[in-house]
């Protein structure tokens, strides 16, 4: 299975200020057909997830600009910028590229 | 809109079957696929297998021997069945859309308790 380690495990941040959580996966998420299927998701407290970032960079329909994700081959990012109070919770990336699909542990985004 | 709806029974007997639905609305189960994730209180996610739209299925080899998803397109509706429940299956089962997970059931949560 492809094992996706998150760092770090906690975050803290000042609203307004700006994060980044890192994503790696055990093997290359590049599919054969070309795409790279990672993504990420916010869970907040309570909740079910949300899907945030699919195949690597592009936003899913009414998430801010604010939510950037960036990266290649084993390698991601996702950077939220001015953050928000709906901003906080627990950020999941997720790869579809290999079965079965996996998701890393979790990053929790809390204020400072 | 899209929605997912998961229902089920909130306790099961060790050993026992579970039986869970996802009722789907604003989307064709013939043109999307359904997937069903598990989470543990406070823990990650763990997928557990999709029904594709064309009616075939896959499954996490991790419950390949007593896991099965099935539908019924008429009613909009996704099944999961697990055998043999264990008190490690407790957790939150959630429904979720397409392989990137677009749009997720409130989830059902499971307790294996006698």
Known sequence: DVVMTQTPVSLSVSLGGQVSISCRSSQSLVHNNGNTYLSWYLQKPGQSPQLLIYKVSNRFSGISDRFSGSGSGTDFTLKISRVEPDDLGVYYCGQGTQYPYTFGAGTKLELK | ?114
């Not at chain 2, 099961?12 to 789907?24: D, I, K, N």
């Not at chain 2, 064709?28 to 598990?38: F, K």
């Not at chain 2, 029904?51 to 075939?56: A, C, F, I, V």
Request: aromatic share 12%; hydrophobic share 30%.
């Open chain 2, 1 to 114: 809109q899209v929605q997912l709806k998961e229902s089920g029974p909130g306790l099961v007997q060790p050993s026992q079957t579970l039986s869970l639905t996802c009722t789907v609305s604003g989307f064709s189960l013939t043109s999307y696929s359904v997937h069903w994730v598990r989470q543990h209180s406070g823990k990650s996610l763990e997928w557990m297998g999709r029904m594709w739209s064309d009616g075939d299925t896959s499954y996490n080899s991790a419950f390949t021997s007593r896991l099965s998803i099935s539908r019924d397109t008429s009613k909009s509706q996704v099944f999961l069945k697990m055998n043999s429940l264990q008190t490690e299956d407790t957790g939150t089962y959630y429904c979720a859309r397409n392989g990137v997970f677009d749009y997720w059931g409130q989830g059902v949560m499971v307790t294996v308790s006698s």
